[in-house]
């Protein structure tokens, strides 16, 4: 990985081999827009909060680890936009202990499992004393919540380690926890002889149900790789190097099991089939085990959601490859409540899948009627989309979480642009109609591009909710308009919404911005504004993975 440039490819060769195997390689414009060599002020403020960040380093043998370190509030401190100061070095028994000195390349992923939030810096270590280590940024760039188990968490006043336990292969009970686990943590690393800025170590987030992780034997363990941002970082680097190291936590006492050992990819059809969602399979042969036990402070919720029932009470076409579903409790009870903009985790199972698939939806309708409304786009390879489109109907029922996301209406009765595209229109559909609930004469600019009427959903409720609402501006733009669109009005223009268009309207300046949509659309139109002098606290960011 490397910062954003115009000369040079953000991703290594490892990196670019899965890419062009996935047919993803379209993702290089959108990371060289969003993998940037410094923190945005976003960043600093998110890593300075947290309780704990993950850390992927090799040790002074060349092993590959992963390992939490954790501190009081404030424990993350950003005294520029390249330099993380961190007051918290692996403790006794960590198998990095004294392993992070000055040079050291450390990948590092900062993870709100409250909110599932979650950004990553690559970089190394400039200095180092007995009780924190100075970080310089190389690469920093955000993630989508993708398969995150949201969890609350407390911290105990100080921690009681038992002694390290080392092994070269895995006990009866570690391999229980590792196969009811539903959250790990994987460092990986590469070494670029051509550019620096692609070479050292990275730190990232893996999720799915409990037995996710398959334990083989007690040196061998297999796992999906489901759909993601498409960089493809983790895979990149094991493509190259496949010494990787796997990091899991016990959320009910603060236990960590730490593994390294070498990692190889698979797309066997045969193979991959067995893990529904995923794209390919990883399998781990395991070196070493330290495992230590109450290693830690901090305390999680051993359930990372708290699941309920729910029955489809309506099944609505929206356009062509759009439907929404009506949801209510399945006993009739009260749901919980959720704010505009946010989405609703979902548990599916899928007849004749092996086990059941997380996804999550916007949801769009406002809230206040004991109703969840989600609207999804059926893609032709999607296994859950075409799920909920072909064969999920009326009087069905579906495993739902607690809404989630922090895609919200702004604290002041601020006006709002929703700037949206594709799918992503469908967190604006929430925003909208809150907005204008909360306050008819509120200024709301809503922009949108689609590919043509047929792939427009809700244009016939905006187009009635702009006719009832004079503060209301409504711009729609078809990438690829059909003659027939020509007769109707939904649409303004034909060709892309750009940030060029900003120059048509007059946003007031204390606005605030939605974007959503593709990755390399919401960056643009984030470049254009912090360009414009929009304040950042005033851009508010979703986007959609595959």
């Not at 990095?96 to 690559?122: K, M, P, Q, S």
């Not at 409990?210 to 498409?230: I, K, T, W």
Request: charged share 20%; hydrophobic share 35%.
């Amino acid at each position: 990985m490397s910062s954003s440039s115009s000369t040079s490819s953000p991703f290594h060769a490892g990196e670019i081999a899965i890419q062009e195997k996935m047919d993803v390689r379209r993702v290089e414009d959108l990371g060289r827009r969003v993998i940037r060599s410094f923190m945005p002020e976003q960043h600093r403020t998110f890593f300075a909060a947290l309780p704990f960040l993950v850390a992927g380093a090799r040790d002074a043998a060349g092993q590959t680890w992963a390992t939490l370190l954790e501190g009081d509030s404030g424990f993350v401190d950003t005294p520029s936009e390249t330099t993380l100061q961190i007051n918290a070095v692996p403790s006794a028994g960590d198998p990095l202990e004294g392993a992070l000195r000055a040079g050291t390349d450390l990948g590092l992923i900062g993870i709100e499992l409250a909110t599932r939030r979650r950004n990553r810096v690559n970089g190394r270590v400039t200095a180092h004393t007995n009780s924190g280590i100075q970080f310089e940024v190389g690469q920093s760039f955000g993630n989508c919540p993708q398969h995150i188990h949201a969890r609350g968490y407390t911290r105990l006043d100080r921690a009681t380690p038992q002694p390290a336990l080392r092994s070269t292969d895995l006990s009866k009970t570690q391999q229980d926890w590792i196969a009811t686990s539903d959250t790990f943590f994987i460092a990986s690393g590469h070494r670029d002889t051509e550019n620096q800025a692609r070479s050292g170590m990275d730190a990232s987030h893996r999720g799915g149900t409990p037995g996710f992780v398959e334990v083989l034997s007690a040196q061998r363990l297999q796992f999906p790789d489901y759909p993601g941002n498409n960089y493809y970082n983790t895979l990149g680097n094991i493509h190259q190097d496949s010494r990787t190291g796997l990091l899991f936590i016990d959320f009910a006492t603060g236990g960590l099991l730490h593994l390294t050992g070498r990692a190889t990819i698979s797309d066997d059809p045969e193979l991959v089939q067995r893990f529904p969602g995923a794209l390919q399979v990883v399998t781990f042969d395991i070196d070493a085990v330290v495992e230590r036990p109450e290693a830690l402070r901090l305390r999680w919720d051993t359930q990372g959601d708290a699941i309920r029932e729910l029955r489809v009470l309506d099944k609505k076409v929206e356009s062509e490859d759009t439907v929404s579903l009506m949801l209510a409790a399945r006993d009739g009870g009260q749901l919980p409540m959720f704010k505009p903009g946010q989405y609703l985790p979902l548990e599916i199972t899928i007849p004749g899948a092996p086990q059941k698939i997380r996804r999550s939806y916007s949801l769009t309708i406002p809230p206040g009627e004991n109703r969840y409304q989600i609207t999804i786009k059926r893609e032709d390879r999607g296994l859950v989309s075409r799920f909920l489109h072909d064969a999920l109907q009326p009087g069905d029922f579906i495993s739902g979480f607690r809404p989630n996301g922090d895609f919200d209406l702004p604290a002041q009765r601020a006006p709002m642009v929703l700037v949206s595209a594709g799918i992503g229109i469908t967190p604006m559909i929430g925003l909208l109609r809150a907005g204008l609930n909360e306050d008819p004469n509120r200024p709301i600019w809503f922009l949108h591009g689609a590919r043509n009427r047929t792939h427009h959903p809700f244009k016939d409720m905006i187009q009635t909710l702009n006719r009832s609402h004079a503060t209301l501006t409504v711009f729609t733009r078809y990438s690829q308009p059909d003659p027939k669109d020509l007769q109707h009005t939904e649409f303004d223009t034909a060709g892309r919404l750009t940030p060029d268009h900003m120059s048509e309207f007059h946003f007031p300046d204390d606005a605030h911005f939605f974007l959503c949509g593709p990755g390399v659309f919401t960056a643009e139109w984030e470049e254009a504004l912090i360009a414009h002098g929009t304040p950042v606290d005033n851009i508010h960011l979703e986007s959609f993975g595959s």
